[in-house]
């Protein structure tokens, strides 16, 4: 297993977003290797503390030791963020001032050929499991699931135009034989697109970002988590989001302005029955990005948009 190593995409910009408070109750909704978490550990000195989750075995023991020196102070769960409620009732924790959801793969996922999340590493098995104890993997996906089910991913969640190509070309090589590398897949995908709309980066990256999302269920009930998740903020608490690709900025976006919202009822009716009130400010009006600077240094932020909301009731 390689030393878990990943960079903290925005860190200044989510920190500044969050408006740290010494002594304030933060939750990192995905801790990762600990970077940003160690962070807001560091900026609420000496009293604030921090509540993480996480489904990588790998990132929560890289993250507890990174924030060693903090001890006493943050408690690391093994858990999807989307089930916050069950995390917070066991840390007896209420209310909080601040709130960080990353939802980036993180460097070292990527760079373990033992993970099969990057297109890049030829080898490597078809897994894309974040939490390694689940049972589906994209092995799985590509050599069980019909044509229809497999396009059907690759348009949802990867916006892939050449989706019914490569479905179908998937399902004819693995008549042949088992496809269970990240390189037979590629080559597949490579084989389905027109050599001249290959001008866009690697053929190979959205069925595999497609594929991952499906295996984690990424999508699936992140707009309630979002909306759950603000609506935890203490009054002027914050909530940062950090996205990589338009399908999750999308629905942060949406969570965002529905919760910016005061009215929400048929505008024919004569007066407001719903009953919604206006629950936040957005405070970014546009989502936003790295700095030149962080896009030369991390490649891995070019795709980054941090979306930040501010509690007022």
Avoid at 304 to 309: D, E, G, T, W
């Amino acid at each position: 297993m390689k030393e878990f190593s990943h960079i903290p995409v925005l860190k200044e910009e989510c920190m500044e977003g969050l408006d740290l408070k010494p002594g304030g109750l933060y939750y990192d909704a995905t801790v990762g290797g600990g970077g940003h978490s160690y962070e807001i550990l560091k900026r609420t000195s000496p009293d604030g503390r921090l509540i993480a989750t996480d489904l990588d075995d790998e990132a929560i023991a890289a993250a507890t030791d990174k924030l060693k020196e903090f001890k006493g102070r943050f408690e690391i769960f093994k858990s999807n963020y989307k089930q916050f409620g069950k995390v917070f009732e066991e840390a007896n924790v209420g209310e909080l001032d601040g709130i960080l959801v990353d939802m980036g793969v993180s460097g070292h996922q990527l760079d373990d050929g033992e993970r099969g999340f990057s297109y890049m590493q030829k080898d490597a098995p078809l897994d894309m499991r974040m939490d390694r104890s689940g049972a589906l993997t994209a092995e799985f996906i590509v050599n069980n699931y019909t044509k229809e089910e497999i396009a059907k991913i690759l348009k949802d969640y990867g916006e892939e135009a050449f989706a019914s190509v490569i479905a179908a070309n998937i399902v004819k090589a693995r008549t042949r034989s088992a496809i269970t590398t990240a390189g037979q897949l590629s080559e597949i995908i490579e084989f389905s697109i027109p050599a001249k709309f290959k001008q866009n980066g690697p053929a190979a990256r959205k069925s595999f970002q497609a594929l991952r999302i499906a295996v984690n269920e990424e999508l699936t009930g992140l707009y309630d988590c979002i909306v759950g998740l603000t609506r935890r903020l203490k009054r002027d608490g914050r909530i940062a989001v950090i996205t990589f690709h338009s399908l999750e900025d999308r629905i942060v976006k949406q969570a965002f302005r529905y919760l910016e919202s005061d009215c929400i009822c048929d505008k024919s009716l004569p007066k407001c029955v719903c009953g919604k009130v206006k629950e936040i400010e957005i405070i970014t009006k546009k989502p936003v990005e790295a700095t030149a600077k962080e896009k030369a240094e991390n490649s891995r932020s070019r795709c980054a948009k941090l979306r930040i909301a501010q509690k007022i009731i």
